[in-house]
């Protein structure tokens, strides 16, 4: 298998001035010519045979590399910097204590399961590599469309109800700017761009899938043109294997849909507002095993229907890996029209986050901003390896994007097991008496320097039986 792969990706070039590509992360707008490239910075064997590692532009840090490996026992990998010397290497997720060995400046490591590895040098986060170590691939998947590996442009896919479309490894699927004829979707959204149907969608549909190794790629779109993926009203969604680039919208929308499977999907981005998984209005949702790093939140549910629609209920996230440059890693946010209750998010490990934006930011979240009440939400076994805002942060409260006069309430609240740098604080904030944040748990909180229970640094207003559970008093 991984013969198969050492070539997947040979029509893609190292950049032509990889100092300007980078440079391109700091622009939060516009479309770019060049992209996505063979990694400068990184080479990469697997059991000694080399791999293809691709690079892009995000926030900060120059250019992220990254690059997929099919799992298997006993696996060696070997990392080797190309733009400097490795004095240190830093392993995330740190909390899978994933055994590696830095030897003249060449990193060995060695994965035990599928997750997504994030390797860091010398203390720093510039021109880091991501090694997704893919689970076993489904086989003989029948596909309606199917892209096979080379480059390949569209315009829109709407699919139907029971099609498959497959993305193969070594594929790149670029979404083409919208032509003069084609009819927008809104012809003035709040920032006053045109928006169009995004790159692949469906709607009112049963049972499809998009699946396969390769990648969906938007970096050549004008800010706003088009999502990558949407899927409204829909039941029975699968999508999985497949790696989002370049977005000039949010990525991965979940639309009043009902039973929905995500899993392993990997999203790089740095464009403002291209936001990672948003889970609207939705229920019986699991998402799970994925990498995201993006320019806007990470994973977050939002509930922008009033009733009678559902809000949001019986959605999990677990497993994923986040890196935030922005704004919220997990959590509830912002938009709140409707009531969003048992959501869980577990087991998921933040390698970085550094939200700058606004006050309602951080790596756990329920923020409130409409009527809605949150409730029932929870933040199981999280490992925050950095931060440098608010580790937890509930607030009710409005912002640009409220639109009912009405406010809402955050209730019943645990945060369990939560391991975070110290000196990081947290805010549970409501909004008057009678709009309160009540009922929340804090049952276990550990700094990542020791293994002793702690009592977290809190600013609380409007905030009523907020209580810490240490288990060593």
Known sequence: MLSLLVKTYDFIK?????????????????????????????????????????????????LHSFVSVPFSEGLCVEAVPLDRT?????????????????????????????????????????????????????????GDLVFEPGIHYIDTITLQSHQTLII?????????????????????????KKN???????????????????????????????????????ENVTVEGITIIGTPLWNLIIDRCKNVHINNVRLYGHRENSDGIDIVSSQDILVENCFLRTGDDAICVKA?????????????????????????????????????????????????????WTEEIGSLCVIVCDRGTASHISFEDIFI??????????????????????????RDVTFRNIHAPKGIPSRFVG????????????????????????????TQVFAENIVVRRNDL
């Not at 169009?196 to 004008?222: F, H, M, Q, W």
Request: net charge negative.
């Open 385 to 410: 390896e950095h931060e440098v805002h608010y580790v937890m942060n509930c607030q009710i409260m409005k912002d640009r994007w409220s639109s009912q006069p009405e406010i809402g309430h955050i």
């Open 14 to 62: 190292p950049p032509e001035n990889p100092e300007a590509l980078a440079a391109l992360g700091g622009n939060a707008f516009d479309a770019a010519s060049e992209y996505l490239v063979r990694s400068p910075y990184w080479e990469i064997t697997v059991n000694g045979t080399p791999m293809p590692v691709l690079a892009l532009p995000v926030t900060r840090g120059g």
């Open 168 to 192: 193969q490894e070594g594929a790149v699927v670029k979404a083409l700017p919208p032509s003069s004829d084609e009819t927008p979707t809104c012809e003035k959204d709040w920032a006053g």
């Open 431 to 458: 909004y008057d008496k009678e709009h309160m944040v009540r009922n929340v748990l804090i049952d276990g909180y550990f700094y990542n320097e020791g293994q002793s229970p702690q009592s977290p640094e809190t």
């Open 304 to 356: 922008m229907q009033p009733a009678p629609v559902c809000g949001g209920r019986n959605i999990l996230v677990q497993n994923c890996v986040i890196w935030n440059d922005k704004v919220r890693c997990l959590g509830i946010t912002s938009e709140t029209q409707n009531d969003i209750e048992q959501v869980r998010f577990r087991q998921c490990d933040i390698v970085r986050s550094f939200p700058t």
């Open 86 to 142: 490795a004095e240190s290497a830093s392993l995330s997720p740190l909390r899978l204590n994933t055994p590696h060995e830095l030897t003249d400046s060449c990193i060995r490591f060695f994965p035990a399961e599928a997750s997504h590895y994030c390797l860091q040098l010398n203390g720093d986060f510039e021109n880091p590599l991501t090694v997704s170590i893919q689970p076993p691939v489904k086989k003989n998947i029948a």
């Open 196 to 234: 169009y149907r995004p790159a692949i969608e469906a709607c009112g549909v049963k049972n499809i899938t998009v699946t396969g190794g390769g990648i969906l790629d938007l970096s050549g779109l004008d800010w706003h043109d088009r999502s990558p993926m949407a899927f409204r009203e829909c």
